[in-house]
């Protein structure tokens, strides 16, 4: 082995090693904060972890292109995407892994990782979601699929990455709702003009 390899695969294991951690301590937060019940609305101390980690992908990115499991293990790539997908307060940063996730080689990264990546960026945009994967409280307090766009073929698209069909996803979710004990907001429609506001200050759209 040449003393380049060498120092690529040192660098790629210690990119590896950086992106499990972080994708740990976001987790690690999540649940301290589900524990003390205080995950509501979006969290000061959960945004600063998503923040700090979005800034660290984009270096990591722009060093490497997207580290996908050709690049890191399949733990490392998969913790690199639970960070881009928890990048919503950095659009530039989510769009750009986006791009690169897209054009990654066959098997870098799980299709139903992008098809739940794209559905994600779509949403904040103000756009319709393609696959089904993003859900939340309508204006009646049943939790929902947001808009999709042709739903008809939504279905058909979800097979084609590896997802099962929507209603029993929408089944799970709804169940899963129950067993945490989690209640659909009471101002359900002030609740959605905050959540525009904060698409908007943050930058997803006008």
């Known amino acids: 082995m040449t003393s380049e390899r060498r120092r690529t695969g040192s660098t790629t294991d210690a990119i590896g090693a950086e992106l499990i951690a972080m994708g740990e301590?976001?987790?690690r937060v999540r649940a301290e904060l589900l524990a003390h019940g205080t995950f509501h609305g979006y969290n000061p101390r959960m945004a600063e972890v998503h923040h700090r980690n979005a800034m660290r992908l984009a270096e990591i990115?722009?060093?490497i292109g997207w580290p996908g499991r050709s690049a890191v293990s399949m733990e490392a790539a998969d913790a690199a995407w639970l960070v881009l997908q928890h990048s919503i307060g950095d659009p530039p940063v989510m769009r750009r892994g986006l791009e690169l996730i897209r054009a990654a080689p066959p098997g870098d990264v799980d299709p139903i990782q992008v098809a739940m990546l794209e559905d994600r960026v779509?949403?904040?945009s103000g756009l319709p979601q393609r696959y089904g994967t993003q859900f939340d409280w309508d204006e009646h307090g049943e939790m929902q699929p947001r808009p999709i766009e042709d739903a008809e073929q939504v279905d058909e698209r979800r097979r084609s990455v590896g997802l099962g069909p929507l209603s029993e996803k929408l089944r799970e979710i709804r169940e899963g709702t129950v067993r945490a004990g989690e209640l659909s907001p009471a101002e359900a429609a002030?609740?959605?003009?905050?959540i525009d506001e904060w698409e908007r200050s943050v930058g997803w759209h006008d």
Not at 190 to 194: M, N, T, W
Request: neutral net charge.
């Open 61 to 63: 990115m722009d060093a």
């Open 25 to 27: 301590e976001d987790q």
């Open 190 to 194: 002030s609740r959605r003009r905050e």
């Open 122 to 124: 779509r949403t904040y």
